[in-house]
């Protein structure tokens, strides 16, 4: 991985850990802010880094949850509906 990535993944880690500790779930926005200030670049990657950050947590919470349905014979939560899934 290269300088950019390195840093920036880092960095995103760090602040969505950090946005349960002051429970500021737009705390990435702010420190994205003031990185688009210095480096675009820079703030794009780290952008990038938080969602996916983000998405993994989302989708770990999810089967987590289906586990435990399905273990304690309970529903599994639905799954959102995407936009290929009609109406």
Do not use: N
């Not at 802010?33 to 675009?40: C, E, I, Q, R, T």
Request: proline share 5%.
């Amino acid at each position: 991985m290269g300088i950019l990535q390195d840093l920036t993944e880092k960095l995103a880690q760090d602040v969505v850990d950090a946005m349960d500790e002051v429970g500021d779930d737009r705390l990435h926005e702010k420190v994205g802010k003031v990185l688009l200030d210095a480096s675009p670049t820079t703030q794009e990657a780290y952008m990038t880094a938080v969602r996916v950050i983000l998405a993994e947590r989302k989708g770990r919470k999810f089967l987590e949850q289906t586990l435990k349905a399905k273990r304690e014979g309970g529903t599994a939560p639905a799954a959102p509906r995407g936009p290929d899934s009609g109406h």
